[in-house]
Structure formats: structure tokens, C-alpha cells
């Protein structure tokens, strides 16, 4: 497999784009943002709930600088226009069937040079808010690299390439983009990991949670 690593033209591009981008983006999803003065200055890990393989670009373009995501190897290598779009994006191939160490590495050096990095703690798309337990991976790197935590709602994408509705269409897509948490504010806790996941899910779930229930009543 072919490294995939953004050079400095990714971020020139998304840097100069990210408006009209932007204003695309908002017209075709009909996309809707709140929050986005919670992000921090800095590198922070920024964590999203997962519907559709259109979240990390939109995640970019939310941020204030392209943002790398880890993602599952075995998206690589499937289709070459979708290989190329993620490599363009600088998307970190993750593997699930050993320690990712190359990729944790990759993810660190891109904190500590002071950039963001995206992690879906849901580990993979999912079809409706809490179907699959989150792993504690974005909190660890939060520890690890002593950088805030964002966490980030995501509604609507699921109508675009998710797990149910797999062709490219239009949607309504809210993101929530909720105020930072630091790590440090749990180091007291049994489990720290444990904790900031936790508070990561009622911070994302304080958002969708209304939402869901009221589309998928009992």
C-alpha cells in the first residue's frame, strides 16, 4: 500500500477554497453549522459521530485547516478515485487487525507540529446515533498529546453516503461543534479514558438524542 501523505499543497488548497467550498457544501447539503467559535487555536483532536463517508470532508471544511482523519486500511485500495480523494485529504490509514502504531505515530507528529486531527470514535459509519460503542482511542490521543478533545454532532449525512442510503444525493446536514474538553480535567478519575469517552458521548448525544428519538419513535 502507498503511503498516503498530504503535502503542503492539500493545506494551500483547502486554505484558499475552504469558502467557496464552504458555500457548495451549505447550497448541495443544505448544511447548517453551529459552534464553530469552540474550536481552539492549535492542535486539538476533534471527534465526531459517523453516518456517511462525506463527514470527513465536511469536518474540514468546518475547521480552520484541513484536518487528517484515521481511516479503516481497508477503504484503500478499493476504488482509485475515492483513493485519491481521501490521499488528497491526508487521510491516515488505520488498520483493525493489529496495533495501528504507524498510524498513532503519524496522528501524534501531526499534533505536536500544532495541526488538529479527526477521529470517529464509533470506529466505523454507522445507520442511527448510539448503534456501536465508542472506543476510547480519541481520548487516549488527547492524553497522549496533552491537547483538547472536540467533540462534534453530525445529523443528516447518514442520507448521502451511508450505511442505508449508499448514493450520492442531496441532504439537510447539522453539525454541532460543542466546547473543547480538556484531559487534564479527568486525570482523577478510575478511568480517565473511561470518563472523557463518556463525556464525549453525552456532549454529542445532548444534541442527537432529541433528534433521534423524534424521528424513530417507539
Known amino acids: 500500500m502507498a503511503e498516503h501523505t498530504p503535502g503542503e499543497f492539500t493545506r494551500r488548497f483547502v486554505a484558499v477554497a475552504r469558502h467557496p467550498l464552504g458555500a457548495a457544501a451549505k447550497w448541495f ?20 459521530n459517523h453516518l456517511s463517508f ?11 485547516q484541513n484536518v487528517r482523519y484515521m481511516a479503516v486500511a481497508s477503504l484503500f485500495d478499493v476504488s482509485h478515485m475515492f483513493d485519491q ?16 502504531v504507524a498510524a498513532v505515530r503519524a496522528v501524534l507528529d501531526e499534533l505536536a507540529e500544532g495541526r488538529p486531527v479527526g477521529v470517529f470514535p464509533e470506529g466505523r459509519r454507522v445507520a442511527q446515533w448510539r448503534e456501536q460503542t465508542p472506543k476510547p482511542g480519541a481520548a487516549w490521543l488527547a492524553f497522549a498529546a496533552g491537547v483538547p478533545l472536540v467533540p462534534v454532532a453530525m445529523q443528516g449525512s447518514q442520507g448521502t453516503l451511508g450505511v ?3 448514493a ?18 479527568f486525570v482523577d478519575f478510575v478511568d480517565p479514558l473511561g470518563a472523557l469517552t463518556d463525556t464525549w458521548v453525552d456532549a454529542v448525544g445532548h444534541r442527537l438524542d432529541p433528534w433521534w428519538e423524534s424521528a424513530h419513535p417507539v
Open 54 to 64: 462525506v463527514d470527513p470532508v465536511l469536518l474540514t471544511l468546518v475547521a480552520k
Open 29 to 48: 447539503y443544505d448544511l447548517d453549522v453551529t459552534g464553530r467559535e469552540h474550536l481552539p487555536d492549535g492542535p486539538y483532536v476533534l471527534a465526531a
Open 164 to 166: 442505508e442510503q449508499k
Open 168 to 185: 450520492f444525493r442531496r441532504a439537510a446536514i447539522r453539525i454541532w461543534v460543542e466546547p473543547p474538553l480538556d484531559p487534564l480535567d
Open 85 to 100: 480523494l481521501i490521499s488528497f485529504f491526508g487521510a491516515i490509514p488505520t488498520p483493525r487487525d493489529r496495533v495501528p
